[in-house]
């Protein structure tokens, strides 16, 4: 099936969507303001108006083929609102709180904890190619959210349990969900000699771990089952690839002599630069940012290792005799020096750099602003689809309508509506350029500095403390 056989709507809208007097809203990546489209009545020939906006997105740049991918999208998130409606009728608190932790284990404020217990505990390559899995699939899910900029579940039909400020499609925690557990097994199975019961015993936690992930977002009403599938299947993908390479890009970045730094630098830099863009921005470029500074911070931590004894983690070096109590014991107290180090890091590069950037601006003149104090005082809009989401006609319908076939009433009208466009665009001022972000930098070279830290740095004070056993 192609573009060229699509019936295509002037607009995208829910079926299950049809409630009135709803509040309007706006989009991050509106271009155009409040649009109408047309639905034609019956015999009689007139048309009715629908105020909505216009939701804009790179991908729309393709062409037909760009849009009419958007509006089959958009179908199959739609789609799925009679399975969300069902799960919700299960809710209780007991399940809700349930669904909230397993959710939570999804999240960067789970995983960057257990990246540092693998890096200082655990088994420090593990870590450290954790990170740079992570990284990938947080460019990936951001990469492809943008791009599209399709919206999460209907807010009529659907009670959301939590709060969502980006795009839906595809999940991140589902992208996320399927790499990083299953890569998790297949290390130990690849690079390790446990036992077979143990590896049948991670498997079966880390399925549990995957699917419960999954499903907790479609029972907290923030992802629909196009997203999840969707997400699940890049993952697949993703890490279908990262377990071809993963070990040339560990020795790669071991050679001192290849210039790893700024390469690692340059090549971050340019997959930003392609990344695509909202207006205004949503958490997802963000997001992204933090997670390849972190990335390039691990790679710059260990290209610079120069003695791997002293930068192992804990299990790795510790006595064969030594005790229970004991390496519980230490591995706390490693994981509270390290997590100092790095917050200290953290405060001591990010408020310098902040303040920096802003004299700098001040000095040349330059329109910017930050994006963390600005939401203490201005909570972004929900992603959530409404009648106001509208997407743009897959064809251009006065292109579509064959001359010899208009009426004369149907000319004038349009001689109308481009004298109005015409004299409204006269008089609308032009637009202000849009002020940079300077919390996109800071946060690149922030979280770059504390990865750098907890790879290089934090293993050194370990040793020179001796905090080893």
């Known amino acids: 099936m192609s573009a060229d056989e699509i019936e295509e709507p002037v607009v995208s809208r829910s079926r299950a969507s049809k409630r009135q007097g709803s509040k309007p809203g706006r989009s991050d990546s509106d271009a155009e303001g409040t649009s109408a489209s047309s639905d034609e009545k019956g015999g009689e020939g007139r048309t009715e108006k629908k105020k909505g906006r216009i939701v804009h997105a790179p991908i729309d740049k393709l062409g037909p083929y760009g849009r009419w991918i958007r509006h089959i999208l958009l179908e199959s998130i739609l789609v799925g609102t009679p399975v969300l409606v069902s799960i919700q009728k299960f809710r209780t608190p007991a399940r809700t709180w349930a669904m909230k932790m397993i959710s939570f284990l999804g999240t960067e404020d789970f995983y960057t904890p257990l990246v540092v217990c693998m890096l ?32 999460r579940p209907p807010v009529d039909a659907v009670e959301s349990l939590e709060k969502a400020y980006d795009w839906a499609l595809p999940s991140h925690h589902s992208l996320l969900g399927v790499m990083l557990p299953f890569y998790l097994w297949f290390y130990y199975y690849l690079h390790s000699h446990m036992s077979t019961t143990f590896l049948v015993v991670l498997f079966i936690i880390v399925c549990i771990w995957s699917f419960s992930l999954m499903f907790s977002r479609l029972y907290l009403g923030v992802h629909s089952p196009a997203d999840i599938l969707t997400g699940g299947l890049f993952g697949v993908l993703v890490l279908s690839v990262w377990l071809q390479v993963y070990d040339l890009l560990d020795s790669w970045s071991a050679v001192p002599e290849n210039h790893v730094w700024l390469q690692a630098f340059v090549y971050s830099i340019l997959l930003l630069i392609v ?195």
């Open 120 to 151: 200082w505990v655990l088994e420090s390559r593990l870590g450290r190619l954790y990170t740079l899995l992570m990284a990938i699939g947080f460019y990936v899910t951001g990469f492809l959210k943008n791009f599209l900029c399709l919206p």
């Open 275 to 469: 990344h695509p863009r909202c207006q205004p921005a949503t958490l997802t470029f963000a997001d992204t940012v933090v997670l390849m500074g972190v990335a390039v911070g691990a790679i710059i931590g260990h290209s610079r290792i120069r003695n791997y004894s002293a930068y192992l983690a804990l299990l790795e070096t510790m006595s064969e005799h030594a005790s229970l109590s004991a390496i519980i014991g230490m591995s706390l107290l490693r994981m509270i020096v390290g997590g100092v180090l790095v917050f200290t890091t953290r405060i001591m590069v990010k408020y310098p750099c902040r303040t920096l950037l802003f004299l700098i601006a001040q000095f040349a003149d330059i329109n910017v602003y930050s994006s963390s104090i600005y939401s203490k005082t201005n909570t972004p809009e929900s992603k959530h689809y409404s009648d106001e989401y509208l997407l743009p006609p897959i064809y251009d319908p006065k292109k579509k309508k064959n001359p010899s076939s208009r009426d004369s009433n149907e000319e004038e009208e349009e001689e109308e509506e481009e004298g109005d466009r015409q004299l409204q665009a006269s008089r609308a001022p032009e637009p202000e350029p849009v002020p940079w972000d300077v919390d996109i930098p800071v946060k690149y070279v922030t979280y770059l500095s504390m990865m750098w830290m907890a790879v290089e740095g934090v293993p050194s004070a370990f040793h020179l403390l001796g905090l080893t056993l």
